[in-house]
């Protein structure tokens, strides 16, 4: 039997909505799409990316309609892919070592790669394929073929911008926050109003060395930053031999991990808390309570959860995967000293219900980051101080994400489905699972390829 490993060999086939068959029932109600993004591709000939995160996108479509899916794949023809298969270059990502001079091009013009392989969303009116540079892509939602680079209806200059923003439920707008490096180094908080593609500035923290952020935390009030200790100067990204982008950060553990707190309506910093040192890719939900901001994410011990996913270890079964931890941090607005409680242990890619999206809320659903043999997919009943509601698992499967769609007319929070990309090493193929919100199973759509392991995804109802 084959092991993870097997989630990170090169796929070139595509398909056009095709037909898959289905064992056991999905539900009728269930009537949108569920959109994937992330890597599938890393070698052509004898050029090959260095690190997970480098290959090339590759976007997947789950068409539901009366207990059916049909499905689509496809590589977008972008500029990172071209230069990939017809020149055999895979420079300007994320570990990828490209070079003094393109370093210098990247950071003066804003020529920054389009390879867009992280998640999706849907801005004034597309969808939208997301990296951690501008360049997102605007994405034809049949042939998931590229319609070209999202245009902003803005002047704002990016450099370094989160691919995980936040639709505010009150108003719909979409909010996140880019770096932005220069004399005065920034990190500033964006909101999208619903319909537009205009960025406007909310807020922003002036900082000396910026971190590496991945995702962030909304609440009806406030939006939160946590920053880890894995921080730059940007003039080491023009250093020649300095390696990729991630190689021109430092791990400073005595730092701390700053939550930088700012107002949705006005901007300002009302609060800045520091804890000692974490490393975080993902936040799961966050509220407000009692004076304070309630913020889960997944917590690991330093910066290996990144610098530690080399292609070469993945794909040769040496490296494994990182192992969080799903913490809940209780950050006073007074002033009062943070605190954090602990809810599970070897978890990641933490989903919730986004009809409680920045509301108190009772369960998290996560992937398992134990890979022996297979992983499961797990409930985390958050309200109940970390207890395991519900888990799904198969020998020789491993999950992906777990993507939570609520019943239209449900009134429980748990009421809906949970769809994950799945690869069954024994059949050699992907599945598509869907779950109930305990996390019974209730069908299976078998691919006919094996889809590596990718990032993030979002259902759109029609």
């Known amino acids: 039997m084959a092991g993870y490993e097997a989630g990170f060999r090169d796929l070139t086939e595509e398909v056009r909505d095709r037909d898959l068959p289905v064992e056991g029932t999905i539900p009728a109600w269930l009537d949108g799409a569920l959109y994937r993004n992330g890597p599938a591709r890393w070698t052509v000939g004898d050029a090959a990316a260095d690190h997970w995160f480098d290959g090339l996108t590759h976007l997947t479509r789950f068409a539901f309609d009366d207990g059916g899916v049909r499905y689509t794949n496809r590589f977008p023809r972008t500029e990172a892919y071209r230069a990939a298969v017809e020149e055999g270059s895979f420079a300007g990502q994320f570990s990828s070592t490209d070079g003094y001079l393109a370093r210098v091009k990247s950071m003066l013009t804003g020529e920054s790669t389009d390879n867009a392989n992280v998640h999706v969303a849907r801005i004034g009116g597309d969808l939208v394929a997301l990296t951690?540079?501008?360049?997102?892509?605007?994405i034809d939602p049949?042939?998931?073929?590229?319609?070209?680079?999202l245009d902003y209806a803005d002047n704002l200059t990016a450099h370094h911008v989160t691919a995980h923003l936040r639709q505010a439920p009150d108003s719909g707008a979409h909010w996140g926050y880019f770096t932005r490096f220069g004399r005065t180094n920034e990190y500033v908080l964006f909101r999208i109003p619903e319909g537009t593609t205009r960025r406007e500035r909310v807020g922003s923290v002036a900082v000396e060395k910026p971190a590496y952020m991945h995702s962030f935390a909304l609440t009806p009030a406030h939006a939160v930053l946590v920053e880890p200790p894995l921080v730059t100067h940007p003039a080491k990204f023009l250093l020649p031999g300095s390696g990729g982008f991630i190689d021109s950060y430092d791990w400073e553990p005595d730092r701390g991990t700053r939550f930088l707190i700012l107002r949705r309506d006005t901007g300002e910093l009302v609060r800045e808390a520091t804890v000692p040192?974490?490393?975080?890719?993902?936040?799961?939900?966050?509220?407000?309570?009692d004076g304070s901001l309630v913020v889960?994410?997944?917590a690991y011990d330093d910066d290996s959860a990144v610098t530690d996913l080399s292609l070469g270890a993945?794909?040769?079964?040496?490296?494994?995967f990182p192992s969080g931890e799903l913490r809940r941090y209780r950050l006073p607005l007074d002033g009062g000293g943070p605190s954090h409680d602990h809810l599970a242990d070897e978890v990641e890619m933490p989903r919730f219900s986004p009809a409680v999206h920045t509301r108190e809320y009772e369960h998290a659903y996560a992937q398992s980051t134990e890979m022996d043999g297979?992983?499961?997919l797990v409930r985390v009943d958050v309200a109940e101080g970390g207890a395991v509601g519900?888990?799904?698992?198969?020998?020789?499967?491993?999950?992906?994400?777990?993507v939570f769609v609520p019943h239209p007319e449900g009134d429980?929070?748990?009421?809906?489905?949970?769809?994950?990309?799945?690869?069954?090493?024994?059949a050699e193929r992907s599945v598509l699972v869907v779950l109930d919100g305990d996390l019974t199973e209730l069908a299976r759509a078998p691919l006919p390829h094996a889809v590596p392991f990718g990032f993030h995804g979002e259902y759109f109802r029609d």
């Open 412 to 426: 429980d929070e748990a009421e809906g489905v949970v769809l994950s990309l799945c690869l069954d090493t024994d």
């Open 132 to 138: 951690e540079t501008p360049n997102w892509l605007r």
């Open 390 to 402: 519900g888990r799904w698992e198969e020998a020789g499967v491993y999950s992906g994400e777990p």
């Open 277 to 289: 040192a974490f490393f975080t890719f993902h936040t799961a939900n966050a509220f407000e309570r």
């Open 142 to 149: 049949e042939s998931l073929e590229s319609a070209g680079t």
């Open 296 to 298: 889960d994410l997944v």
């Open 314 to 320: 993945l794909r040769g079964g040496d490296a494994g």
């Open 374 to 376: 297979g992983n499961a």
